[in-house]
C-alpha cells in the first residue's frame, strides 16, 4: 500500500471518530449546539480537503500534520481529573462509547502524524535530488 493511501485512510478515519465524538460531546451537553460549533466544522472541512485534494503535496502534510496533532490532544483533554471529566462520564450511560471514540481518535491521529510527518520528510528528500539534477 503507498504511504499516501495509508495517510489518507487514517486521516479520513480521525476525521470520522472526530465527528463521533464532537457529536456526543453535543449530545451531552459538554459542548454547546448551534453556531458556536463553527470553528470545528471549518477544522474538519480545512482538514478534509487537505486529506483528499492536496494529496501528496507539502501543504496537505502540514494541514493533515497540524489538524492531526489538534486531534491526538483530545485525549488529554479530556481524560485529567477523576471518572473523565470530572466525573460526569463515569456516571453516565454510553460511556463506553465515549471513551473508545476518544481513545480511537488518539491513536489515529498519532499515527497520522507520523505519516504527515514521513511524508513531508520524503517529499523534503525528492525536493533536495531533483534541485541537484538541474
Excluded: C
Amino acid at each position: 500500500m503507498k504511504h499516501t493511501s495509508t495517510l489518507t485512510i487514517t486521516s479520513l478515519l480521525s476525521i470520522l471518530l472526530f465527528s463521533f465524538h464532537l457529536s456526543d460531546d453535543i449530545a451531552r451537553g459538554f459542548e454547546p449546539g448551534g453556531f458556536r460549533q463553527i470553528s470545528p466544522i471549518l477544522i474538519m472541512v480545512v482538514w478534509l480537503f487537505a486529506t483528499l485534494l492536496l494529496t501528496g503535496r507539502r501543504v496537505g502534510y502540514v494541514i493533515i500534520l497540524l489538524a492531526s496533532i489538534l486531534a491526538s490532544l483530545m485525549p488529554l483533554a479530556h481524560m485529567r481529573g477523576a471518572g473523565l471529566v470530572g466525573g460526569r462520564i463515569a456516571n453516565s450511560n454510553g460511556k463506553f462509547f465515549f471513551v473508545w471514540t476518544l481513545l480511537a481518535v488518539g491513536v489515529t491521529a498519532l499515527f497520522s502524524v507520523i505519516l504527515s510527518v514521513r511524508g513531508l520528510w520524503l517529499s523534503r528528500r525528492s525536493h533536495a535530488s531533483e534541485a541537484e539534477k538541474t
